[in-house]
């Protein structure tokens, strides 16, 4: 018998394991249940780990990293959002009452964001960022697309560069006053705010709308309303805040009679009434400038 060599007895286990088996190792059957639960695991678990907001932050007189948002001011952040982006597709539809009355929605939960986080101590850097974002939706394409496709689009090119005009005069005054945050007196804006500059916008396109002005009058006011709120945004003239007004502190009976009465008053006719209280809100700061220019210097 021929000896085997040592090739030979080195493959031989080989085949001898592989008839034993009666297939090759590697193509028996694998249980791969478990490592795909354990892959979804580190997927998901990957996922919340690349997503989640760390904002470094001041507590105590120690910087430290805090990890997620804040629920409740992001809520009302959120609405105030929604109101915006419904007001822009209720433009579209042409149904521009239920606009002008979703950009005021806006602007009332945009008040509210910012209190309820002092309130219940949540504000954040997050909060901030996201509400600015919220308001260049809510009060800044809003308004200049329900004035455009409502009445705007009339005039042609020149309606539709006032429109960008007001909207890049938002994006403009909300970046100024984010880096401004802390350097200014809180009793006064430097420039018309945005919501107040929506809120005129929103006014006349309500009021306009329901009396059904559509003579290229009203046109043309309409044009000069949104340029002049632009315009307002920039600029340096200040307006009251309302800062210093403290809900919590006493106040005179006749304060609550006079909010009652101008409840009953927009209440008769809110389009109307809005449109006078914001008309004489923006109109305020050019008067309160030209006063303090033409007071002598003492």
């Known amino acids: 018998m021929k000896p085997m060599t040592q090739d030979a007895r080195d493959q031989e286990p080989a085949h001898s394991d592989q008839s034993h088996l009666g297939q090759p190792a590697s193509t028996q059957p694998e249980n791969t249940d478990q490592p795909e639960m354990i892959g979804n695991e580190d997927l998901a678990t990957a996922f919340l780990r690349e997503t989640e907001v760390i904002e470094e932050t001041v507590e105590d007189g120690k910087k430290i990293r805090r990890r997620g948002i ?3 001011p992001n809520l009302f952040t959120t609405s105030a959002l929604f109101a915006g982006f419904f007001a822009v597709v209720a433009g579209i539809n042409g149904e521009f ?19 309820v986080a002092r309130m219940t101590n949540t504000q954040s ?11 260049m939706i809510s009060f800044g394409m809003a308004p200049a697309l329900v004035a455009f496709t409502w009445i705007l689009q009339d005039i042609g090119k020149t309606g539709w560069v006032v429109a960008f005009l007001y909207v890049a005069c938002a994006a403009l005054r909300l970046a100024r006053f984010n880096v401004q945050i802390g ?13 107040s500059a929506a809120a005129l916008v929103a006014a006349s396109v309500w009021t306009f709308h329901s009396f059904d002005a559509d003579a290229f009058g009203f046109k043309l006011l309409m ?31 006749v304060v609550l009679l006079a909010i009652v009465l101008a409840f009953v008053m927009i209440s008769v006719e809110p389009s109307v009434m809005l449109l006078l209280l914001f008309g004489a809100y923006v109109a305020s700061g050019p008067v309160l400038a030209i006063m303090r220019k033409a007071k002598p210097q003492s």
């Open 183 to 195: 350097s200014v007196d809180k009793k006064w804006f430097i420039g018309l705010p945005s919501p």
């Open 70 to 72: 804040y629920l409740l």
């Open 223 to 253: 044009l000069v309303v949104v340029a002049a709120a632009g315009v307002l945004m920039v600029s340096n003239i200040r307006y009251y805040s309302f800062k210093e007004f403290d809900v919590r502190k006493p106040v005179p009976f």
């Open 97 to 115: 009452t239920s606009a002008a009355v979703a950009i005021f929605i806006a602007m009332v939960l945009d008040g509210l964001d910012g209190r």
């Open 125 to 135: 850097e997050f909060g901030a960022e996201y509400d600015s974002l919220a308001d």
